[in-house]
């Protein structure tokens, strides 16, 4: 079902509306959910006060072409799952070495050093994910913001609360976790 019908669907038939959009973009919706936060329960409070947002707001959405609607709920969810971890009382950064062993400032490297030679096409969509959802909080959600969402590192500290030069370095830190995460599924997935 087109974007556009479902739209129009909301000023005539809000319950079937709500189920159309439920049914093509609940999914999509939930996969935003799970890049930020980690515990389904979490992940599924989130998704259902996104949803209630987007249908109670829907009046102030204004049909752009198809991809709008999307965004615009991609959005709300961003928002929403960002939220969520400012109300737990704890900024993500904050959280970010939370149960993990990270590696130190100078230990770090160069992520495109280690990405090099690595064959991407050997890594499954799902194993990346549930890499990225593996890491710390803060290193995941500035992941997220910038090489997901597409935010600059000044949109990123705004939303964050923190410095674009901190949300950079916690970008190439992200990047550089994922690497070695990437190069030590590879090296295992060789040897099998």
Request: proline share 2%; aromatic share 8%.
């Given at each position: 079902?087109?974007?556009?019908?479902?739209?129009?669907?909301?000023?005539?038939?809000?319950?079937s509306?709500?189920?159309n959009?439920?049914?093509?973009?609940?999914?999509?919706?939930?996969?935003?959910?799970?890049?930020?936060?980690?515990?389904?329960?979490?992940?599924?409070?989130?998704?259902?006060?996104?949803?209630?947002?987007?249908?109670?707001?829907?009046?102030?959405?204004?049909?752009?072409?198809?991809?709008?609607?999307?965004?615009?709920?991609?959005?709300?969810?961003?928002?929403e799952?960002?939220?969520?971890?400012?109300?737990?009382?704890?900024?993500?950064?904050?959280?970010?070495?939370?149960?993990?062993?990270?590696?130190?400032?100078?230990?770090?490297?160069?992520?495109?050093?280690?990405?090099?030679?690595?064959?991407?096409?050997?890594?499954?969509?799902?194993?990346?994910?549930?890499?990225?959802?593996?890491?710390?909080?803060?290193?995941?959600?500035?992941?997220?913001?910038?090489?997901?969402?597409?935010?600059s590192?000044?949109?990123i500290?705004?939303?964050?609360?923190?410095r674009?030069?901190?949300?950079?370095?916690?970008?190439?830190?992200?990047?550089?976790?994922?690497?070695?995460?990437?190069?030590d599924?590879?090296?295992?997935?060789?040897?099998?």
């Open positions: 079902m087109s974007e556009e019908k479902i739209v129009r669907m909301f000023s005539s038939d809000a319950d509306a709500m189920e959009f439920y049914a093509v973009y609940s999914g999509y919706l939930a996969g935003i959910c799970s890049r930020y936060i980690q515990d389904s329960d979490r992940r599924k409070d989130i998704l259902q006060e996104s949803l209630i947002k987007i249908f109670t707001q829907i009046g102030r959405f204004r049909y752009m072409g198809e991809g709008s609607l999307k965004a615009w709920a991609a959005r709300i969810t961003v928002n799952a960002l939220q969520e971890l400012r109300r737990e009382g704890r900024s993500p950064l904050s959280r970010m070495s939370e149960g993990m062993d990270l590696p130190s400032e100078d230990s770090l490297g160069d992520s495109e050093r280690l990405c090099k030679g690595l064959d991407l096409d050997k890594v499954d969509a799902g194993t990346l994910s549930d890499m990225i959802s593996r890491l710390p909080a803060g290193y995941r959600a500035v992941f997220n913001l910038y090489a997901i969402e597409g935010k590192h000044k949109e500290a705004d939303i964050l609360g923190i674009p030069n901190t949300s950079a370095s916690q970008y190439h830190r992200a990047k550089t976790l994922l690497a070695r995460w990437l190069s599924y590879l090296k295992k997935k060789e040897n099998e």
